[in-house]
């Protein structure tokens, strides 16, 4: 299940189809105990069986700056997949807050062009949790600002 | 069936869920034209029936730096819906190139805290293009880089 995940991720469009992500899967309990330390907002990965850090991979960018772009739409390909598959799974942010970048580049000893954007903690949801309908109207404009 | 890619866009996550994001569809001739001049790889404007600039709000950024993130997953579920209902469309990228959010700024004299990051030119296809697997187990690594 995992792998397709993966691949869901791997299908999201990228800048001259450039495909600049690294994914790193953590199912090992100990690493994921430590988590917490590198984004005190993943505090959750103490309960999920899984997760995966997206990264972003800077030898891998011809068109400079778009890479976030990229790995933002694999993340969200591996959030619908997950959710289609009966998971639950949050965006837990990283990068552009240096201090976590650092944090998860030392735990993992990243390379320098490897850039960690998110961690999605996940795992089979406890209860359903509904999803407000987050549309907006004055959002939308037509032709002209 | 526009209102219903807009659900689907607004339906992504954000940081804090503060949505930082505003829509500007376009179905004028007269504009969809005119779309080239700020962005050369727009070409296809021209022949579609539709495009939709994806714009960051930075007015509605409680987390700095996280709106490209947020508004690539409000494109990546644009993309899907459109998919889902037969549609063709395309991420043609805006930010972070400065001519780009500079042409589009002044093509819809855009407020400055208005940042256009992305075109989605769509339109219902002549033909089927089929999707490349981009599925590379070189880019999965598991509990440590």
Redesign the interface.
């Known amino acids: 299940m995992v792998?397709e995940l993966?691949?869901a991720a791997?299908?999201?469009?990228s800048?001259g189809n450039q495909?600049p992500?690294?994914?790193?899967?953590?199912?090992?309990r100990k690493?994921l105990d430590s988590l917490q330390n590198a984004n005190p907002n993943a505090k959750m990965c103490k309960e999920a069986q899984l997760a995966i850090l997206v990264c972003g991979d800077a030898t891998k960018e011809k068109?400079?700056?778009?890479w976030?772009?990229d790995c933002?739409?694999a993340?969200?390909?591996l959030?619908?997949a997950a959710h289609d598959r009966g998971l639950g799974a949050?965006?837990t942010?990283i990068y552009?807050?240096q201090e976590r970048v650092e944090g998860f580049r030392r735990l993992?000893?990243?390379?320098e062009t490897?850039i960690p954007?998110?961690l999605i903690p996940m795992g089979f949801p406890a209860k359903e949790s509904p999803?407000a309908?987050?549309?907006?109207s004055e959002?939308?404009?037509?032709?002209?600002?």
Chains 1, 2 share one sequence.
Do not use: E, T
């Not at 959002?139 to 002209?144: F, T, Y």
């Open positions: 792998m993966l691949h791997m299908s999201a469009p800048a495909q992500w690294q994914f790193l899967v953590i199912d090992d690493v068109y400079p700056g778009f976030v772009q933002s739409a993340v969200m390909n959030l619908l949050v965006w942010g552009p807050i993992f000893k990243l390379p490897i954007l998110a999803q309908d987050r549309f907006q959002r939308v404009h037509r032709n002209a600002w």
